[in-house]
């Protein structure tokens, strides 16, 4: 795919995967249109994106608000003339178990991850119709292996799949690209951001992020699979492996994971 010119939205792009997005398919010709929640971070994204040569522009946007999600799609069009390619990107992690959980936390969570995607995907949708254009959904291995003290998080990201794969089928005749992005763990400040059982955020991540694949990794590996026209992309080795032996011997993935997850700082197994 040549991205010249084309126009592509990214959500939650204010810093991690989404920024590194954006930098890079704006390097490669795109013109961008990112969202995020805090005005501060979006016009520092900007301006980084400006010191590149990237044209771009933006928008503050809640992902789980339909409102601002219709709005979003409309100030593109204004701007930019049409929609090429949307990025679902914006998301947010959270670390409790269920029994200590607010189902308010439950919500926050779906209504970000899985919700937001959804509003995202309509509201953009026929103008990416229109220009045989592509959908990216950035979900997680999570969306095909659950985690402990992750349930909220697991489901919406079983959701978007499940989604994407439905959508995909619906879209396969009309020339659209629908490509899902399942990161493993990547450095970012997802978790530092993460949720709490009370809906606090956790504010210092449990694992050590130097050890993980780098955001402007995975943005790379995501416009190398859309040229590509990959279906599904699966990132790190742990990634990968974590789905292929969910897949064949999901018992022993079950202790795997707990002992796995029962090691990390602050684990609330312990």
């Not at 520092?44 to 928008?59: D, F, N, R, S, V």
């Amino acid at each position: 795919m040549d991205l010249k010119d084309k126009v592509v939205i990214i959500t939650g792009a204010t810093s991690g995967i989404g920024a590194a997005c954006a930098k890079i398919f704006g390097k490669a010709g795109a013109r961008i249109w990112i969202t995020g929640r805090s005005q501060v971070k979006l016009d520092e994204t900007l301006l980084m994106l400006q010191k590149e040569g990237i044209k771009c522009a933006g928008g503050i946007c809640d992902a789980a608000d339909p409102v601002q999600n219709e709005k979003m799609a409309e100030d593109v069009r204004e701007k930019f003339g049409s929609i090429d390619i949307l990025i679902n990107n914006a998301g947010v992690s959270m670390r409790a178990l269920f029994s200590d959980l607010d189902l308010k936390v439950f919500h926050r969570v779906m209504d970000i991850n899985f919700w937001g995607t959804v509003y995202a995907t309509k509201y953009c949708m026929n103008d990416i119709v229109k220009n045989k254009g592509a959908i990216i959904g950035v979900s997680s291995i999570n969306g095909f292996r659950g985690t402990p003290a992750r349930t909220a998080y697991t489901a919406s990201k079983f959701a978007m799949n499940g989604f994407f794969e439905s959508l995909r089928t619906e879209l396969m005749k009309l020339g659209v690209h629908v490509l899902v992005v399942c990161p493993g763990f990547t450095a970012s400040n997802i978790r530092n951001n993460a949720l709490l059982g009370d809906g606090s955020t956790q504010k210092e991540s449990p694992r050590d992020e130097d050890k993980m694949m780098t955001s402007e990794e995975v943005a790379a590996a995501i416009l190398k699979a859309l040229r590509r026209r990959k279906r599904d992309l699966v990132l790190t080795r742990e990634g990968k492996l974590a789905s292929f032996l969910n897949k064949w011997v999901p018992g022993l993935m079950d202790q795997v994971v707990y002992n796995h997850m029962a090691k990390e700082k602050d684990s609330p197994f312990k």
